[in-house]
T-cell receptor, first 113, second 108 residues
Framework: ETGVTQTPRHLVMGMTNKKSLKCEQH?????MYWYKQSAKKPLELMFV???????ENNSVPSRFSPECPNSSHLFLHLHTLQPEDSALYLC????????????FGPGTRLTVT | GDSVTQMEGPVTLSEEAFLTINCTYT??????LFWYVQYPGEGLQLLLK?????DKGSNKGFEATYRKETTSFHLEKGSVQVSDSAVYFC???????FGTGTQLKVEL
């Protein structure tokens, strides 16, 4: 039990679809993150939120749109994706202190057809 | 900029063998260092951490020591089990920098 949940666990979508990934943390953390994990590539940090405010966007294409309505919930809205966007999308949370470990969710395995 | 370099895998060992996975880093200041483990089909889990120089993190028989002089944080375990088969990531807290991961396969 990691305290970070993600839904759905698996998602198959066409390039014209719109879908959303959801992440929820029950750890009382104030920082939340989206990562992309592709085969044979390093883990890529996509977005960082601290106290609901986006503090980092690592040049992510606009077809990925994050939303953080409160410190416990994080969404990633997807539209007009490309096949190369197929990957495991991981959500994580951490304390806002800057030295703490991150807690990861199980990920959403996304396949774009 | 900050970076983490891990040995490339896969690393294949027999059960009860000694494990070392090398990790070196470059960073500004003295960030916290972590090892995470990812089992098939799951997210990353924290394995151990060290927050300052000479700290030793340990968990489930795994150990790593924060070596400032060699900028290293090598992961070791004295006797691996089949259940240790997973991908291991070294990471540092500055800019949330992760290594590329090292796959470990342990065979009977």
């Amino acid at each position: 039990e990691t305290g970070v949940t993600q839904t759905p666990r698996h998602l198959v979508m066409g390039m014209t679809n719109k879908k959303s990934l959801k992440c929820e943390q029950h750890l009382g953390h104030n920082a939340m993150y989206w990562y992309k994990q592709s085969a044979k590539k390093p883990l890529e940090l996509m977005f960082v939120y601290n106290f609901k405010e986006q503090t980092e966007n690592n040049s992510v294409p606009s077809r990925f749109s994050p939303e953080c309505p409160n410190s416990s919930h994080l969404f990633l809205h997807l539209h007009t994706l490309q096949p190369e966007d197929s990957a495991l999308y991981l959500c994580a949370s951490a304390g806002a202190g800057g030295r703490d470990e991150q807690y990861f969710g199980p990920g959403t395995r996304l396949t774009v057809t | 900029g900050d970076s983490v370099t891990q040995m490339e895998g896969p690393v294949t060992l027999s059960e009860e063998a000694f494990l070392t996975i090398n990790c070196t880093y470059t960073a500004t200041g003295y960030p916290s260092l972590f090892w995470y483990v990812q089992y098939p089909g799951e997210g990353l889990q924290l394995l151990l951490k060290a927050t300052k120089a000479d700290d030793k993190g340990s968990n489930k028989g795994f150990e790593a020591t924060y070596r400032k002089e060699t900028t290293s944080f090598h992961l070791e375990k004295g006797s691996v089990q089949v259940s240790d088969s997973a991908v291991y990531f070294c990471a540092l807290r500055n800019k949330l920098t992760f290594g590329t991961g090292t796959q470990l396969k342990v065979e009977l």
